[in-house]
Nanobody, 114 residues
Framework: QTQLVESGGGLVQPGGSLRLSCAAS????????MAWYCQTPGKQRELVAEILADGSTNYRDSVKGRFTISRDNTRSTVYLQMNTVKPEDTAVYYC????????WGQGTQVTVSS
């Protein structure tokens, strides 16, 4: 059964750092485009960052220079390093795996507050 399990969320102060992890039980993990999305109440899920199978990355403008997405194909895990976080980064963060089929994790809450 395919599973994506996120971890690493929590409460962090503005300006602080957090690293999210997403462990995937996927065959051929290295062939998937992996991504992080965020969602706040009443809004649609939005792309934060993605990393393709070839290692190329894309980021939403508001996180460029602050967040870094990476992947470890030997561990079937994707990471989101969040630096210099802001209150507006507060959201539920979801991991997504996409290839022929799309899979989603259950989400992890990130709250940026003093």
């Amino acid at each position: 059964q395919t599973q994506l399990v996120e971890s690493g969320g929590g409460l962090v102060q503005p300006g602080g750092s957090l690293r999210l992890s997403c462990a995937a039980s996927l065959s051929s993990f290295s062939l998937y485009t992996m991504a992080w999305y965020c969602q706040t109440p009443g809004k649609q899920r939005e792309l934060v960052a993605e990393i393709l199978a070839d290692g190329s990355t894309n980021y939403r403008d508001s996180v460029k220079g602050r967040f870094t997405i990476s992947r470890d194909n030997t561990r079937s895990t994707v990471y989101l390093q969040m630096n210099t976080v802001k209150p507006e980064d507060t959201a539920v963060y979801y991991c997504r795996a996409g290839r022929l089929i799309t899979y989603w994790g259950q989400g992890t809450q990130v709250t940026v507050s003093s």
